[in-house]
């Protein structure tokens, strides 16, 4: 089985900056993509921004220019570097892993349990 484990939410203030982790960790032999999604109360959970397994990102557009993803292979490690926050930014942050199944490798996507980001003054 896989686990993903995240970490470095918290209360900011408007300007203000966090980092996101999130390891991946279990029966794991190569990871197509990591990414970060988002939800706020009552609306629709969104893409943030996905990192691939040679490095090329994509990003929403209300976060380009703001928001940083990067990716650490040896350790399955993803980040997501977020600047210059809003309060729109608000939101519960899930890490997402998309993994090969063996022995098809169709790939099966995986989720963290969740941090919560609150940007507010």
């Known amino acids: 089985q896989v686990q993903l484990v995240e970490s470095g939410g918290g209360l900011v203030r408007p300007g203000g900056s966090l980092r996101l982790s999130c390891a991946a960790s279990g029966s794991i032999f190569s990871i197509n993509a990591m990414g970060w999604y988002r939800q706020a109360p009552g609306k629709q959970r969104e893409l943030v921004a996905v990192?691939?397994?040679?490095?090329?990102?994509n990003y929403a557009d209300s976060v380009k220019g703001r928001f940083t993803i990067s990716r650490d292979n040896v350790k399955d490690t993803v980040y997501l570097q977020m600047n210059s926050l809003k309060p729109e930014d608000t939101a519960v942050y899930y890490c997402?892993?998309?993994?090969?199944?063996?022995?098809?490798?169709?790939?099966?996507?995986?989720w963290g349990q969740g941090t919560q980001v609150t940007v507010s003054s």
């Open positions: 990192i691939a397994s040679g490095g090329s990102t």
């Open positions: 997402n892993a998309r993994i090969p199944t063996y022995p098809t490798y169709l790939p099966s996507d995986y």
